[in-house]
């Protein structure tokens, strides 16, 4: 089996514990087809942060990530919206990097 290294970036530091179980519970029970690393970002961005994009530029060029994954809270607005703007605002400026991204909206919340 081969593996993915996944970069998580979430809102909350609630996420960054949720998703770090959720990968171990699934390559214990060998859900996922390979054996998936995963680290989250080391502090929660929210949606509006202008870190987003370097953020992703840097763990896929520089640290060798296969995909990054971004959660991200709707806070009870359209999921769509959320994702939409996310993407328009951080993700496709990055070019063929955002190829390598998947945004996630939550609704409402992960907590």
Known sequence: MTGCRVYF??????ARELVG???KLFND???L???VSCKAYRQALNACDPR???AIRLVLQDHG???????VDTEGADPQEVSGHLLEKHVEPLGEYSLR???YPV?????
């Not at 990530?65 to 959660?71: A, E, P």
């Not at 609704?107 to 907590?111: R, S, V």
Request: proline share 3%.
């Open 9 to 14: 970036i979430v809102d909350n530091t609630y």
């Open 21 to 23: 179980e959720l990968v």
């Open 29 to 31: 029970k060998g859900v």
């Open 33 to 35: 087809s390979g054996k």
């Open 52 to 54: 987003i994009g370097d």
């Open 65 to 71: 990530y296969s995909r990054v994954v971004i959660l």
């Open 101 to 103: 991204v998947r945004v």
């Open 107 to 111: 609704h409402p919340c992960l907590e």
